[in-house]
C-alpha cells in the first residue's frame, strides 16, 4: 500500500515538474522572439529590457506580436505612464524618470524605421499574396496573387468580382500595396499599372517595378487589418493654414485622411501646399474632435490629388494623449 502511494506521489510530483518545466520554455521561446523582433526594430538593450517588463506586467499573451501592434504598444505605454503618475508610493523624482523613459520608448516608435525583408518587386516570388487598392479610395481593398515576375514588372491575378470593382481597378494608373512577409511584418509600397486585361473569371494586372518600399511598423496587426476601413472610415479632417482655425474647405470639398499615428498623419487634398508650410488639423472621431498643429514634411502628386505628409509639432502630454485617444476612437 505504502509503496502505491509513493508511486503515485512520485508520478503527481514528475507530472507538476514537467507542467512547469513547460510553462518556462514557452516564456524563454516568448522572450527569445521578442528579442529578435526588438533587435531588428532597433531598440538598445535597456529599452528592450524595459519594454519586456511592460509586456509581462500588461499584456503576456501578446508579447511576441507586441512591436508590430502600435495601437497595443501605445496603449501599453500609455496605461504605464498613467499608472505611474497615480502610484504614490514611488517617489516623485523616480515617478519623473519612469514616465520620461516610457515617452523616450514613444517616440523612438513614433519614428523608427527598420529596413525592410523586401527590398524590391523584382523579388516577389510566384503565389505571394499581397493587398492593393487606389489611393485615393483606401477603403475597397482587394487580394491579389503573383502571376509572373520579369524585367518588364509584375503581373498579378486577381477574382474580377462585381463590375463596380472592375471599373475601380481598370480605370486606375496608380496603386498602393500591402505585402507581409515570413514574419508577418507588413510592408507598404506604391506603384505604376501598366496594362490590365481579362482571362475567364480573373483579372490581370502588370504593374512595375518598384524599390521603394517601406515598413509599416506602427499599424495595426496584419491579420487584424485587411483593410484600412476599420482605421478610417469613420475620421473627418479638415486643414488650415491661415492660423484662423475656422477650417472653412475651399471649393466645398473636405479632405480625407489616409493615415494616422500619434506622431503624423497623411491627408488626401486638392488644396495647394509647399514643404515646411504650417498647418492646423481638426480630426473628428466618434466621440471628441481635435485640433493640432503640424508642419508639412513632404507633398506627393497623385492624379489630380495631393498626398500631404505631415508631423505633428505639439509634443507635450495632453496633446498625445488626445491624439492617441483619437486614433483609438476611430
Known sequence: MTYIFFVGFVFILGCLILWIYRIQVMMWVRHWRFSQQAVRVGLQKEQRLLLWQLVQTYHPSDMYRLL????????????????????????????????????????FFDHVEVKPSLDSTKRLKKGEQLLLNRPENVRITFSGWVLTNTRRGFELRLEKGSLNDWITLASGSHFEFIYYDSHKTEHHFMTKLEHAKEEDRYLVMLFKHTDMIRLMVDRKV????????????????????????????????????????????????????????????QFMGNTQKVVCYARVERVVQVEQYRQIHMQFLQTSRASLNQISSLVYDL
Not at 504614490?88 to 520620461?100: A, P, V
Request: glycine share 2%; proline share 1%.
Open 68 to 107: 508590430m501592434n502600435s495601437r497595443l504598444l501605445n496603449k501599453t505605454l500609455l496605461k504605464a505612464i498613467n499608472d505611474v503618475e497615480l502610484d504614490l508610493s514611488i517617489d516623485l523624482k523616480d515617478r519623473e524618470l519612469k514616465q520620461y523613459k516610457y515617452y523616450e520608448l514613444k517616440r
Open 222 to 281: 496584419p491579420y487584424c487589418r485587411l483593410n484600412r476601413e476599420a482605421l478610417l472610415a469613420k475620421a473627418e479632417v479638415s486643414l488650415d493654414k491661415t492660423g484662423s482655425r475656422r477650417f472653412i474647405n475651399q471649393d466645398g470639398s473636405s479632405c480625407q485622411l489616409l493615415e494616422l499615428s500619434l506622431a503624423s498623419a497623411v491627408v488626401k487634398s486638392q488644396d495647394y501646399f509647399e514643404v515646411n508650410d504650417f498647418v492646423y488639423l
